[in-house]
């Protein structure tokens, strides 16, 4: 129902974007919202955006990372910048999304990995 995509090696201080779309006979998506699990760490909350267009980020990332929404499109956005070492990890977004037939289910994202290294 969620499909990542857009992670991948970069040096320190470059960008990417990451994407996640949802899919199937959604009726409507509540907060969605990226996280990220490092290895040997548990999976922390990286930012989030209401269905309004409020956000929230992590300390960590405020100030390089920016969350977006396209509702038309059903598809979440993490555009980051000035990526550190520190920000390699796996990235999942999640969402609650309410479905015709399915009803109101909570799902996630596969996974795309990022890894920030010279």
């Known amino acids: 129902q969620l499909q990542a995509s857009g992670g991948g090696l970069v040096q320190p201080g470059g960008s990417l974007r990451l994407s996640c779309a949802a899919a199937g006979s959604i009726v409507s998506i509540g907060t969605m919202n990226w996280y990220r699990q490092a290895p040997g760490k548990q999976r922390e909350l990286v930012a989030r955006?209401?269905?309004?267009?409020?956000?929230n980020y992590a300390d960590s990332v405020k100030g390089r990372f920016t969350i977006s929404r396209d509702n038309a499109k059903n598809t979440v956005y993490l555009q980051m910048n000035s990526l550190k070492p520190e920000d390699t990890a796996v990235y999942y977004c999640?969402?609650?999304?309410?479905?015709?037939?399915?009803?109101?289910?909570?799902?996630w994202g596969q996974g795309t990995q990022v890894t920030v290294s010279s």
């Open positions: 955006i209401t269905s309004s267009g409020s956000t």
């Open positions: 999640n969402a609650p999304i309410y479905s015709s037939g399915t009803g109101f289910r909570d799902y």
